[in-house]
Structure formats: structure tokens, C-alpha cells
């Protein structure tokens, strides 16, 4: 609301903002924004303002004509609020604007050109140095120094890094108890922590599913939230309910109801990356102690997280208190 109010503010002082003092002579730019001109602009990187242009007749306060060039087929009558007054002040950036000068291309005149005897000789040391300075000149304007984007600057790089694979396994996890382990000549203590917790109430149609479509669609249901993260990763699934990566990974011609379908179409295509671990719940701590925490009636849906009242009602999703 606050963002709103002061857009609309700035609009309305722009269009009550006294008009700029232009006289016969001054230099302006045209927004192309607010009067377009035909081939100004070619691509996105083309500047989005033509000119300077020069007054030559200020008709009204609010239009004036313009000395446009012969390529430029508009109007030259414009309004004052379509351009923007040239400062009187000195630029100070003009000379880091302007182009280096092209390098002067040394011909040798024929001798019976008028020309030759006008122009000066140059001895042989001399056309050298002449020729080595051009070719520095073309090499310094033609060679940019290449800089890491602003997002990388701070980091180091090109160095490299053996992989440590046993590392690699152990915070692959799943990590049952604290692990001790020396990483680059330092002591380490890996511990398994939850950094994200996802969790909502069933809904009455919930309630009625077998313990296998609970534990399925409690995976659909936290997968599809955070795909974002979780899609072309490998994945560890640790779960009390060991039938659940057989009917994932089953052949057979096996009948499930709509809600196992709709569950394997969902998690199938990331099979691949997914490795289910067996564990029983009240040896799984964390989850454990996750699952005993008490919903509050009171709180809202924007609140943060995924601890809701139980408005998230798709059939095709289902999520068990733990």
C-alpha cells in the first residue's frame, strides 16, 4: 500500500511539475518513451533517448520546434513534455565518452603522384617507430580487461580440490549418531539436524486411507513442495514403513487404488534419484520429536512454514502428523 501511494505521488507531481524554461537555441534530448522515432532504436541495448536536437522556435509554454536532421522524418513540433533539457553545465564525463581516434593508415605516395613532393620523407627508423606506435595504439583500443561479475568478485578462483569421497558419504547420510571425522587436517563432528519442516492435518477423506497410501501420499505431498530443491538431487527417504519403495519399485501387474497411481506418477520419474532407508520412528529423533509438536488452531497460513489448519485439500496429497 505504502509502495502504491508514493508510485501514485510521483505521477501526479510529474504531471504537475512546472514546465522546463526553453529558449530559442537550447539543446534537448527527445525521450523516445514519449515520441517515438522510427529506426531510433534497433535493439535492447540502443539508448532509449534521441539528439541533442536544437530549438529553433519556441511556438507555445508547452510546444516547440526542433532543427531535426534530414534522416529523422517526424514532426519537428514537439511537446515540451516529450524532451529533456540539455544542463548548461560542462559534462563532465565528455572526454571518457568520446571515442579514441581512429589510427592515421601511413601510404607510401607514388613518386609521381603531386603529392610526393609535398609530404615530408621519412627515413627507415623512423616509418618504424611511426608503425610500431600505430600497431600498440590498434592492439590497446582492441584488448579489454576481462573482470568476474559483480556476484563472483568476492571468491577465489581457479583453485582446486581433491574430492574427498568418504566425505561425501558421510554427509550423504543418513548420520544414526554424532560421527567424528578429520577433514583437511581438522577434527570435525557431523551431526544430523533438520533444516526444513513440512507438516499440515488430514482431511476427513484423508483420514480413511490405509497406512500404505498415508506414507505414499505424505511423500508425494512433500516432494511436489519442495521440488524446487529436490528435483535432479539424490535424495535420501528415511521411513518407518518399509513396503513403501516396493510399491514404487514394483513390475508386476499389480491393481492400485487412484491414490497409490496418482502417487507413483508423481514420484516415478525421480526414482532414480531417491534411496530409501528403514528406520523405526521412535529411533528416528529428530522426526520423533518433530511429530509430538501441537498444531496451533490460531495460526495463520502466512505465518511461515507449513504448519496449517488443514485448508490444503487436494485428494492427490496427504501428509501424516509426523
Known amino acids: 500500500m505504502v509502495s502504491a501511494r508514493r508510485e501514485q ?8 511539475a512546472p514546465l522546463p524554461q526553453i529558449q530559442a537555441g537550447d539543446r534537448v534530448f527527445v525521450r523516445l518513451a514519449d515520441r517515438p522515432i522510427p529506426g531510433a532504436v534497433g535493439s535492447k541495448l540502443n539508448a532509449r ?21 534530414d534522416g529523422v522524418a517526424v514532426d519537428p513540433v514537439m511537446s515540451v513534455e516529450q524532451l529533456d533539457l540539455v544542463p548548461p553545465t560542462p559534462d563532465p564525463f565528455a572526454l571518457a565518452r568520446a571515442g579514441s581516434p581512429s589510427p592515421v593508415r601511413v601510404v607510401a605516395d607514388a613518386p609521381d603522384s603531386p603529392s610526393a613532393c609535398v609530404s615530408p620523407s621519412l627515413d627507415p627508423e623512423s616509418r618504424r617507430d611511426v608503425v610500431d606506435g600505430l600497431e600498440s595504439e590498434q592492439v590497446s583500443s582492441s584488448v579489454r580487461g576481462r ?7 568476492d571468491f577465489e578462483l581457479g583453485t ?3 574430492a574427498d569421497s568418504e566425505l561425501e558419504a558421510a554427509l550423504r547420510g543418513p548420520l544414526v549418531r554424532p560421527r567424528l571425522m578429520v ?9 544430523e539436524r533438520p533444516v526444513a519442516f513440512l507438516s499440515r492435518l488430514t482431511t476427513p477423506g484423508e483420514r480413511k486411507f490405509v497406512a500404505s497410501e498415508l506414507e505414499l501420499s505424505c511423500l508425494a505431498w512433500a516432494y511436489s513442495k519442495l521440488a524446487h ?36 506418477a508423481l514420484i516415478l520419474p525421480h526414482l532414480t534419484n531417491l534411496r530409501f532407508v528403514y528406520r523405526p520412528g521412535p529411533r528416528h529423533n529428530n522426526v520423533d520429536a518433530l511429530s ?13 512454514g507449513d504448519v496449517l489448519d488443514g485448508s490444503d485439500s487436494t485428494p492427490d496429497s496427504a501428509l501424516n502428523p509426523h
Do not use: W
Not at 9 to 16: H, L, Q
Not at 147 to 153: A, D, E, F, I, K
Not at 183 to 191: A, F, M, Q, S, T
Not at 292 to 304: F, H, I, Q, W
Open 229 to 264: 530443491l529436490l528435483e535432479g538431487a539424490f535424495c535420501t527417504v528415511i521411513t518407518d514403513h518399509s513396503p513403501m519403495e516396493k510399491m514404487l519399485q514394483s513390475q508386476n501387474a499389480v491393481h492400485y487404488g487412484p491414490t497409490i497411481s496418482r502417487c507413483r
Open 292 to 304: 509430538r509438536l501441537v498444531p496451533d488452531p490460531g495460526r495463520s497460513a502466512s505465518g511461515g
Open 147 to 153: 573482470r568476474p561479475p559483480p556476484g563472483l568478485r
Open 160 to 162: 582446486l580440490a581433491a
Open 9 to 16: 505521488k510521483r505521477r501526479y507531481d510529474a504531471r504537475r
Open 183 to 191: 577433514v583437511d587436517g581438522r577434527r570435525v563432528r557431523l551431526v
Open 49 to 69: 533517448k534521441s539528439g541533442p536536437f536544437v530549438v529553433d522556435e519556441v511556438l507555445s509554454p508547452h510546444r516547440v520546434r526542433l532543427l531535426l536532421p
